[in-house]
């Protein structure tokens, strides 16, 4: 059985945590096995209903009142308690925040490797195989496991979700027991911007600066862009962070995020090679630099050589017409 | 307050990465080494610690003796001691084996720590699980990705970056945590700390003074391939009036993408 970490964030089911499902699904159907979901926290058993339709035959709920807030030690705990109890073949974790920081928690408890991060997976002789990018790009690993279970950690934006169906299963509650001071450290709070943005590693499109932005008030620029695109963030090259132009969250590349949106959109970057290693998995990209000769254009599907500021103002009324359409 | 710091040697991030298809590995010739860019964020933050709180900084590396010149850089920046676990098994993204070995060398050889500070990943195996996976060998509370850390007493509160936000955490020492770009804008070494660092002996560690047995450090993933990214094809560049440019941009993301 093949069994997903599902994550929920302010009591809401994470979209890429569903793509990692539809992904358990396809393995377990080559597998001849089911794929489970597990969801943890104080009432997440409500949630059960969003989970079903992308191919749990049985959703797993962890409940204990220590479980309402997120913290890796005890929800690894909880999460040990369950396997140990369905002894899963395979675990899948999406490769987010929260996955990533809780994933090796439980490989630790269990004894066993951990793939994180990967992007494609597969079924050879029986057993997983998993690719997963390594220099944030510039190779890339096959990776099997000599340990069991085996635990992976999924790139989210990358596998497609199933065609949803049913949202009806079977839901098998859990009371879990966690002593009280076997929890270390626990989140207080929360702290989000005003006017929050999506975060690059989610959003369908990243429209990103870098050098050739000429300062950070240019960056307005790029963030009316994303006003009218939708489900879209505002990236930057190393070189814009470093000069301090817009904060390092925002940074795509090596030292910064690895991301593979829909649509990627660079505005005054050369594509040095760390820029390009983090962007160049995005389904399209397009440029806008006003060297012809620059490396962005070599992984560009459409490219603009000209001045980006007097192109930006038009791509905006015509981002506008197309998506009234 | 003692503080430990694990690093790692890894290739420059300006580095073209070729691989060795007889041997499964990246090739290492005509590359510059650095000091992994986030295990700098740890330093630094660890020599602040020692600048207001007092302590020393020990810093540690697994790796071959190559690792040493990482190590010496740590020093030169002031870091007091830095030690050598010798490993000369060639690279193998196994995260769990890499944790067993630094739990194991934290609980003989540096007993009396306050934190354990890490990068958030290598740069080049991006496993970022080795932070965690000692904080749980060691049964201690972790905060990853960390941007703000502020400790008082045995008590500490550190900023961790999500998707969109920060988590504030709350926590107890000793404890793990591991640094994001942006915690601190990491010094450069003096040439006081270069000349110093030279007349620092570096411990050099073996599994066996450990107590590790072979079955501990035997790796439990194994890379079957190792390939070059697929290469993309350049597409159409134009360079026609901004607003047709932009039209024509439109047109190409709308009819033949299809994502507008």
Redesign the interface.
Request: hydrophobic residues 40%.
């Given at each position: 059985m093949i069994l997903v970490f599902i994550e929920i964030?302010e009591g809401k089911v994470k979209k890429s945590s569903l793509e990692v499902l539809s992904e358990g699904k396809r393995r377990a159907d080559e597998l001849n096995t089911e794929a489970h979901a597990v969801l943890v926290g104080h009432g997440a058993g409500g949630l059960a209903p969003e989970v079903f339709p992308y191919g749990a035959s049985k959703v797993h709920v962890l409940e204990n009142s220590l479980l309402a807030h997120y913290s890796?030690?005890s929800f690894?705990l909880a999460l040990v308690s369950l396997v140990e109890e369905i002894k899963p073949e395979i675990i899948f974790f999406p490769a987010?925040?929260?996955g990533?920081?809780?994933?090796?928690?439980l490989?630790?408890?269990l004894?066993?490797?951990?793939?994180?991060?990967c992007t494609s997976t597969a079924c050879k002789d029986g057993k997983l195989?998993v690719v997963?990018?390594?220099?944030?790009?510039?190779?890339?690993?096959?990776?099997?496991?000599?340990?069991s279970p085996q635990i992976a950690s999924l790139r989210p934006n990358v596998f497609p979700l199933l065609e949803p169906g049913a949202e009806k299963g079977e839901v098998v509650k859990k009371e879990v027991v966690i002593p009280e001071d076997q929890i270390?450290?626990?989140?207080?709070?929360?702290?989000?911007?005003e006017d929050?943005?999506?975060?690059v590693?989610?959003a369908d499109?990243v429209v990103s600066g870098g050098r050739g932005m000429k300062g950070p008030e240019n960056f307005d620029l790029l963030r009316e862009l994303t006003a009218i695109?939708p489900h879209s963030a505002v990236g930057a090259s190393r070189s814009a962070v470093d000069a301090e132009w817009i904060?390092?969250?925002h940074?795509v590349g090596?030292?910064?995020k690895t991301v593979t949106p829909?649509?990627y959109m660079a505005f005054g970057i050369s594509g040095?090679?760390?820029h390009l290693a983090g962007m160049?998995?995005s389904k399209?990209?397009?440029a806008v630099n006003k060297d012809?000769e620059a490396s962005i254009?070599?992984?560009?599907?459409?490219?603009?050589?000209?001045?980006l500021f007097?192109?930006i103002?038009?791509?905006k009324?015509?981002?506008k017409?197309?998506?009234s359409e | 307050m003692n503080i430990c710091v694990f690093v790692k040697r890894v290739p420059d991030t300006e580095a073209k990465i070729r691989i060795d298809h007889e041997t499964n590995s990246i090739s290492e010739e005509g590359i510059n080494f650095i000091l992994s860019p986030y295990d700098e964020v740890a330093v630094e933050e660890a020599l602040r610690l020692r600048e207001a709180n007092g302590g020393t900084v020990t810093v540690v590396s697994v790796g071959n003796e190559e690792a040493l010149t990482t190590l010496k850089k740590c020093l030169a920046m002031g870091a007091d001691e830095a030690v050598l676990v010798k490993d000369e098994t060639p690279e193998t993204y196994d995260g769990l084996r890499t944790a067993k070995i630094l739990a194991r060398a934290v609980e003989k050889r540096f007993p009396d720590y306050s934190l354990l500070l890490f990068g958030k990943q290598s740069v080049g195996a991006d496993n970022a699980q080795i932070p965690a996976m000692v904080a749980d060998l060691l049964n201690l509370p972790q905060v990853n990705v960390v941007t703000k850390l502020e400790i008082d007493g045995n008590k500490g509160i550190a900023h961790r970056e999500i998707e969109g936000a920060l988590e504030k955490v709350s926590f107890s020492l000793p404890a793990v945590v591991s640094a994001q770009k942006g915690l601190n804008e990491p010094r450069y070494e003096t040439l006081k700390g270069i000349m110093a660092a030279k007349k620092k002996e570096i411990p050099i560690v073996t599994f066996e003074d450990l107590g590790l047995k072979e079955e501990e450090v035997t790796p439990l993933l194994e890379i079957t391939k190792l390939e070059s990214p697929p290469q993309r094809q350049a597409g159409k560049i134009i360079e026609d009036e901004p607003e047709e440019a932009a039209k024509q941009m439109v047109k190409f993301l709308h009819e033949e993408a299809k994502i507008i």
């Open positions: 964030r890796a030690s690894s987010t925040s929260m990533k920081d809780l994933a090796p928690r490989a630790a408890k004894g066993v490797s951990l793939a994180t991060d195989e997963r990018p390594i220099f944030a790009g510039k190779a890339f690993a096959t990776v099997s496991f000599k340990s270390k450290g626990q989140v207080a709070e929360i702290i989000r911007e929050a943005e999506i975060d590693t989610e499109i695109l904060d390092h969250q940074q090596q030292t910064g829909n649509l040095a090679i760390q160049s998995s399209c990209i397009v012809p254009f070599k992984v560009a599907d459409f490219g603009i050589a000209g001045d007097k192109v103002p038009h791509l009324e015509e981002l017409k197309a998506i | -």
